[in-house]
């Protein structure tokens, strides 16, 4: 079964700093990675979708990149803004159409 | 164009009730999935249909039954609703096909559900 991981649970960094958010998984025959964010409260909305073959992604502030032989993924956001805070979520797809969530980091950026 | 849409949001039942909770989706997509989502507990797949007329169980599916009305609708109901179903469930689709996985996961709001 597939198992993934996101470290660090919660993350609180100063207004401007760049910063990583990590995510592992177990199994490498995956499909796709998506990030999401979620608000408190609130549904999951996804920030960015990398394909098997893809390396990286970019949106914005935003760089996701995949590394499937190692089965990891890390997101990047540049200079962070509060409006950031919220909890980010990694999923991955394999065979069978199932999605595989990591617990979250959640994130605070304070002003 | 709404997207994925969830009735009701918030729900409380007494144990031993039961109650469906509707999800719709106008995307035409094939896919679409019910999850419950708990405290240091992550986001965990209760059952999905990876296309109409096909239903398939997920990591958690006991106490729970789906139906996939048709391509945009996909219910899932609690037969008898214990505590332990106390929880926030979202639906979610995806246009992947049986066969031919990926594409974007969607959400919808979410619905909070106490069960006392």
């Known amino acids: 079964k597939q198992e993934v991981t996101q470290i660090p649970a919660a993350l609180s960094v100063p207004e401007g700093e760049n910063l990583v958010l990590n995510c592992s998984f177990t199994?490498?025959?995956?499909?796709?990675l998506q990030w999401f964010r979620q608000d408190p409260g609130k549904g999951l909305t996804s920030l960015l979708l990398?394909?098997?073959?893809?390396r990286e992604q970019t949106s914005g502030r935003l760089n996701a990149s995949l590394d499937k032989s190692s089965g990891r993924s890390t997101l990047y956001i540049a200079a962070s803004q509060p409006g950031d805070s919220a909890t980010y979520l990694c999923?991955?797809?394999?065979?069978?159409?199932?999605?595989?969530f990591g617990t979250g980091t959640s994130l605070t950026v304070i002003p | 164009n709404a997207g994925v849409t969830q009735t009701p949001k918030f729900q409380v039942l007494k144990t031993g009730q039961s109650m469906t909770l509707q999800c719709a989706q106008d995307?035409?997509?094939?896919?679409m999935y019910w999850y419950r989502q708990d405290p240091g507990m992550g986001l965990r797949l209760i059952y999905y249909?990876?296309?109409?007329?096909?239903?398939d169980k997920g990591e958690v599916p006991n106490g729970y039954n789906v139906s996939r009305l048709n391509k945009r609708e996909f219910s899932l109901r609690l037969e008898s609703a214990a505590p332990s179903q106390t929880s926030v469930y979202f639906c979610?689709?995806?246009?992947?096909?049986?066969?031919?996985?990926?594409?974007?996961?969607?959400f919808g709001p979410g619905t909070r559900l106490t069960v006392t």
């Open positions: 990398i394909q098997s073959s893809q």
């Open positions: 199994d490498s025959a995956i499909y796709n």
């Open positions: 249909s990876a296309s109409e007329g096909t239903t």
């Open positions: 979610a689709s995806s246009p992947s096909q049986r066969g031919v996985a990926g594409y974007e996961q969607y």
């Open positions: 995307m035409n997509h094939n896919s």
């Open positions: 999923a991955v797809i394999g065979s069978g159409n199932q999605f595989y």
